[in-house]
């Protein structure tokens, strides 16, 4: 089955840039969707099929995609941008969504 | 504006089964494919499978094949999800969630707490 490996934890001081990768095999082939959820809270889809946004999501959400690596890129990181966040992918192969195990972002 | 609203806790023993429901509004039922997604207290999210509410089709996830069943009832706008033979294993809180065109979650459910305990 696909598999999806995130960094369980990232940590950024607020206003750099925050990096979270998202690896599978040849996910660069695939439209990754990433999510950011809050203790307690439902997840909230921040960026579709490749660096598109929900109205209401800020610009500073991004990622890009390419071989082996998707990559969510959060700019001018804010203090209420501290969540949890996964990548996920339809794996055609088994007709199944995946998802990543999820990364912590930590606001220093 | 769109809403996904499920129904409320559940307390269930061991061996039972639950049924978990999902009314949708502010949109048009189908053609959005319904999706579950459970999470366990402190872990990660798990997808359960799909459902088409025009038709009715399904596809599970190999792990709950045999134990979970996706049902709707269009005229109500509303999912279910049920799950059997439950164990401890299967407390976590259950989401539903509508899917776009390129497989992208963009509604979710508040999350029904399913807890499992004799």
């Known amino acids: 089955s696909y598999v999806l490996t995130q960094p369980p934890s990232v940590s950024v001081a607020p206003g750099k840039t925050a990096r979270i990768t998202c690896g599978g095999n040849n996910i660069g082939s695939k439209s990754v969707h990433w999510y950011q959820q809050k203790p307690g809270q439902a997840p909230v889809l921040v960026v579709y099929?490749?660096?598109d946004r929900p109205s209401g999501i800020p610009e500073r959400f991004s990622d890009s995609n390419s071989g082996n690596t998707a990559t969510l890129t959060i700019s001018r990181v804010e203090a209420g941008d501290e969540a949890d966040y996964y990548c996920q992918v339809w794996d055609s192969s088994s007709d199944h969504v995946v998802f990543g195990g999820g990364t912590k972002l930590t606001v220093l | 504006q769109v809403q996904l609203v499920q129904s409320g806790a559940e307390v269930k023993k061991p061996g039972a089964s639950v049924k978990v429901s999902c009314k949708a509004s502010?949109?048009?039922?189908?053609?959005?494919?319904i999706n579950w997604v459970r999470q366990a207290t402190g872990q990660g999210l798990e997808w359960m499978g799909w459902?088409?509410?025009?038709?009715?089709?399904?596809g599970y996830a190999q792990k709950f094949q045999g134990r979970v069943t996706m049902t709707r009832i269009t005229s109500i706008t509303t999912a279910y999800m049920e799950l059997s033979s439950l164990r401890s294993g299967d407390t976590a809180v259950y989401y539903c969630a509508r899917v776009r065109a390129d497989g992208s979650f963009d509604y979710w459910g508040q999350g029904t707490l399913v807890t499992v305990s004799s």
């Open positions: 459902l088409n509410p025009n038709n009715g089709d399904t």
């Open positions: 099929d490749d660096s």
């Open positions: 502010g949109y048009t039922f189908p053609p959005y494919d």
